[in-house]
């Protein structure tokens, strides 16, 4: 009988647990779990949030790639013309040369170190500028001035598409002069550009908004796949067949987010951004795309995010940007047990706070106000069922939430600030705390009783788990020692790694934890993720901060508030990771 050793030449990997890195077919045996696994794929698709911009922009260009991107021109939120440059190695902006002419909604072509603008207002300019990543310089005149126009291609072999006044001329740029091109079969402005002169594509378009796609190659436009939304303003990437669009603004003239891919015959819905938006420039591939900037409201309110697409990327994690909270402050707690799309915020500093916010998945509202105004407490839960323990410096209050009020629950047998919270509104676990305390305590929906101590007493610490599967993270010093719960005493788990942290958010489960953020003698914005034996280092939030809060699983967290030190802080970010996707094999 043939064998897998003697088919393949090796023998099926024995593991006490899932690799967090697999390849599509492998096979291994999970010796906790009893079972042959195999993984059926490791494939991401969508956004995650990239360096923000020096400084809020709109109707900007872009040229370059994801890790090597340029942004120039456009205005700010005073709605002033602006000559700036800014360039992107993948993860910072830093300041670039400026433009000899201010000017904004400009077509653009080209890389980092040798990029294109052209067009652009005001006055509906003809002048043209070549980047050679350091400085810009005249290059040859449009025949036809215009602003609001799309481009794409090379600084040598760069495409004009259309703009305004309205038009359906294109021109075509060699490096030095610009020529007559093919012109579109529908008239517009507002159009997304993509791909090489030879083979372009002109993605949607104003006035108004449309569905129009059109393809170039190189002498003549021929209508190509219709996008499945009409839109105007948006942004774009890649080539005449592999493209992605996304943003802009609908025919209601509201942002939208939605991103679509394109095949060369039809477009496909895709993951959406973080942040609805038009105006916005992109540039990058497919498979690697930015969006930069762009307008979030009618108006004049303009945003510095950057968000970077992947398609096809294994393995995968990041945080993306979600909704700001109504108030901004540290010290505040979360429901640990609560959802990345139903979270639940209460508490804080500045000045001891007793309100609470909701979130949806993508903005926070205002829920009931806590009874007793606290910060420096501990949380548990849900956002319909959650706990607030405790406070500083040493309250024993507890409240339980229903989803609409508080109302009071059983005190702690000791009173606490500074603690950690882990389960639930009916199995609830506190520990840690005021003056480095090793105290743990166990709530059963209506009273509290002593637990096991902690071998380390620590405050300033992170928490997450259940009632009997509980993880303390870090605390002050910073500390990398970590104790896990099993209902009945503490014992030591995986430390973090060298510096380790205090003031930082945990959330998921003993044997899948996550702990973001906090400070390891600078604020952080550090990323580690616990298997139930070792942690590793994963995606960086886009704000370090510290005495912030949150909750979620390991694979869709959430972390909210906090402070960049001393500022308080109103972000939120959201925490997606995208491991094996595997399936178990049944065997007789």
């Not at 393995?315 to 402050?329: D, E």
């Not at 010290?331 to 639940?344: M, P």
């Not at 407490?377 to 706990?387: H, P, S, V």
């Not at 939030?541 to 500022?567: E, H, M, Y």
Request: hydrophobic letters at 35%; charged letters at 10%; proline letters at 3%.
């Amino acid at each position: 009988m043939s064998t897998y050793r003697g088919i393949l030449g090796f023998s099926v990997q024995n593991l006490s647990a899932d690799p967090s890195v697999a390849v599509d077919g492998q096979l291994w045996y999970n010796s906790t779990d009893s079972v042959f696994k195999y993984n059926k794929s490791t494939s991401f698709t969508g956004w995650a949030s990239g360096g923000n911009l020096p400084s809020p922009t709109s109707h900007a260009a872009a040229a370059g790639t994801q890790t090597a991107a340029l942004s120039f021109g456009g205005r700010d939120p005073g709605n002033v013309v602006v000559d700036v440059t800014d360039e992107y190695d993948g993860s910072t902006w830093t300041a670039g040369g400026a433009m000899g002419t201010a000017r904004q909604s400009l077509g653009n072509a080209g890389t980092q170190t040798a990029g294109l603008g052209f067009g652009g207002n005001p006055g509906n300019t003809n002048a043209t500028e070549e980047y050679n990543g350091t400085a810009w310089t005249a290059g040859g005149n449009l025949g036809t001035g215009r602003s609001y126009v799309g481009g794409c291609g090379t600084q040598t072999a760069g495409l004009a598409i259309g703009g305004n006044p309205v038009t359906s001329a294109c021109e075509e740029y060699d490096g030095s002069a610009w020529t007559a091109g093919g012109s579109l079969n529908n008239a517009g402005n507002s159009i997304t550009g993509a791909g090489i002169q030879t083979a372009a594509l002109a993605i949607a378009r104003g006035p108004g908004a449309s569905t129009l796609t059109e393809e170039y190659d190189g002498s003549v436009w021929t209508a190509g796949g219709a996008l499945p939304v009409a839109k105007n303003s948006g942004a774009g990437a890649g080539t005449q067949t592999a493209a992605v669009a996304f943003g802009g603004e609908t025919p209601t003239e509201t942002q939208t987010a939605r991103t679509d891919t394109y095949d060369g015959s039809a477009w496909t819905a895709s993951a959406n951004m973080s942040v609805a938006r038009e105006r916005l420039s992109g540039t990058g591939t497919q498979a690697a795309a930015l969006a930069i900037g762009g307008q979030t409201s009618p108006g004049s309110t303009y945003t510095a995010a950057t968000e970077e697409y992947v398609k096809g990327v294994s393995p995968f994690a990041a945080w993306s940007t979600g909704g700001n909270m109504g108030t901004a402050r540290y010290l505040l707690a979360g429901a640990g047990t609560a959802t990345q799309t139903a979270a639940l915020a209460f508490g804080g500093f500045p000045s001891p706070s007793n309100l609470t916010e909701e979130y949806n998945g993508s903005s926070w509202s205002g829920g009931g106000t806590m009874n007793t105004a606290r910060y420096s407490l501990a949380g548990a839960g849900t956002q319909t069922a959650a706990l607030a323990i405790g406070g500083w410096p040493a309250l024993t209050n507890t409240e339980e939430y229903d989803g609409s009020a508080w109302t009071a629950g059983g005190s702690l047998n000791t009173g606490n600030g500074i603690l950690a919270g882990a389960g639930t509104q009916t199995a609830g676990l506190a520990f840690g705390g005021y003056d480095n305390s090793t105290a743990t305590e166990e709530y059963n929906g209506s009273s509290w009783t002593a637990g096991g101590n902690l071998g380390t007493g620590r405050n300033a610490l992170a928490g997450c788990g259940t009632q009997t599967a509980g993880l303390a993270i870090g605390g002050n010093g910073p500390l990398v020692s970590v104790e896990e719960y099993n209902g009945t005493s503490w014992t030591v788990g995986g430390s973090l790694p060298a510096g380790g942290t205090e003031y930082a958010a945990g959330f998921g489960t003993q044997t899948a934890a996550v702990n973001a953020a906090g400070t390891d003698g600078s604020l952080s914005a550090v990323t580690q993720l616990y298997n139930g034996t070792s942690w590793a280092t994963s995606a960086s939030l886009s704000v370090a901060r510290r005495r912030l809060a949150g909750s979620g699983v390991q694979s869709a967290g959430i972390i909210f508030g906090g402070d960049t030190d001393p500022t308080p802080s109103a972000a939120t970010e959201e925490y997606n990771s995208f491991g094996p996707s595997t399936a178990t094999i049944t065997t007789t």
